[in-house]
């Protein structure tokens, strides 16, 4: 039999998992000096949501539509980052903003201007792989457990 936890401890689950990945990317990118794509800066945005989410749903874990924000953050994380994996395996086409080429260039000193600033990385490359997973898929893959405990959590305890 599993045990599930109940709704203030469910909340503590979602609130450390969001300050771990968001702590684990910072120190990705400043520690470790990967640079990450404008995807993976935007698949942070639900987790820093969820930390402050989960602390109000510990305060008032008897309130549904806490839950169901739970639930609406992790779904538009699992579709961003699903979507960022779709493009690392080339299923879907890269967005213009994620390629590093720049078409505005009209003369040579905007050229090498552009040349000597840090180019932003493509979304198509995945630098930084755990166990030869990308963190993308990572992020999807964990977005959707997410999303289904909280379902489950929202259906089932009534604290």
């Given at each position: ?82 979507y960022h994996f779709g493009i690392e395996n080339s299923i879907f086409n ?60 929202l259906i089932y305890e009534k604290n």
């Amino acid at each position: 039999m599993i045990l599930f936890p109940n709704r203030k401890n469910f909340y503590l689950i979602i609130f450390f998992i969001s300050l771990i990945s968001i702590i684990s990317a910072l120190y990705i990118e400043y520690i470790l000096q990967y640079q990450p794509c404008k995807l993976c800066i935007y698949q942070r945005l639900p987790y820093l949501a969820a930390i402050f989410v989960s602390l109000i749903g510990f305060n008032y874990s008897n309130n549904d539509q806490i839950l169901i924000v739970t639930i609406i953050l992790f779904t538009l994380s699992a579709i961003l980052s699903g979507y960022h994996f779709g493009i690392e395996n080339s299923i879907f086409n890269e967005l213009s903003a994620c390629t590093s080429g720049s078409s505005d260039i009209l003369n040579k000193s905007k050229l090498l201007e552009t040349l000597n600033k840090n180019m932003p990385v493509n979304c198509k490359d995945a630098t930084f792989k755990i166990l030869g997973i990308s963190l993308a898929a990572i992020n999807t893959i964990l977005s959707i457990l997410i999303v289904v405990f909280s379902i489950r959590t929202l259906i089932y305890e009534k604290n």
